[in-house]
């Protein structure tokens, strides 16, 4: 009798490689969006050291709702609902964050000629202060698990399957 047909499944490394990006793409957006959520003062100072947006109105809604979609999204994550959603959804953040404390980082760097690796300061992605170098490398982690969690479609360990399966 196969494996199968005594309903024991086998667990494929694309399925723990799979539910680990989910656990830890998830995990640290609802950790980084209840921090800043939970801090929306502080999380609106450092949006507007950006310089990218002179509407105050706008400001403080991206401020307030920012934090929640992402707690939103790593809900989801964590618990397998819509995770290619979720993930494409992560990575149009991400991407664009990136980008931006990137050019944060090339503009203390010309401004006051430090060397890149040690330019040191609060992004607003919730961990405080960081180091940028940690920071990019991080981001890229994260940009690769979610690129990871679009491409490579796993339903096993998600709640969503297991709708699909009693329904």
């Known amino acids: 009798m196969t494996d199968a047909a005594r309903g024991v499944s086998r667990w494929s490394g694309r399925d723990l490689v799979a539910l680990a990006a989910r656990c830890t793409l998830g995990g640290v957006f609802v950790y980084m969006g209840l921090t800043k959520a939970l801090h929306p003062v502080d999380f609106l100072k450092l949006l507007r050291q950006y310089e990218m947006i002179e509407s105050h109105v706008l400001l403080n809604l991206i401020a307030a709702a920012l934090p929640w979609f992402e707690v939103v999204c790593g809900v989801f994550l964590l618990s397998g609902v819509a995770v290619r959603g979720s993930a494409l959804m992560s990575l149009a953040m991400l991407v664009p964050f990136t980008l931006i404390v990137l050019n ?20 607003g992605c919730g961990a405080g202060e960081v180091i940028i170098c940690h920071k990019l490398l991080e981001n890229s982690l994260l940009i690769l698990l979610s690129a990871l969690l679009v491409c490579v479609p796993v339903n096993r360990w998600c709640l969503r399957s297991e709708l699909v399966k009693g329904g």
């Not at 000629?113 to 040690?118: D, E, L, M, R």
């Open 104 to 123: 944060r980082a090339f503009g203390i760097h010309e401004a006051k000629a430090i060397p890149f690796c040690a330019i040191r300061f609060d992004c």
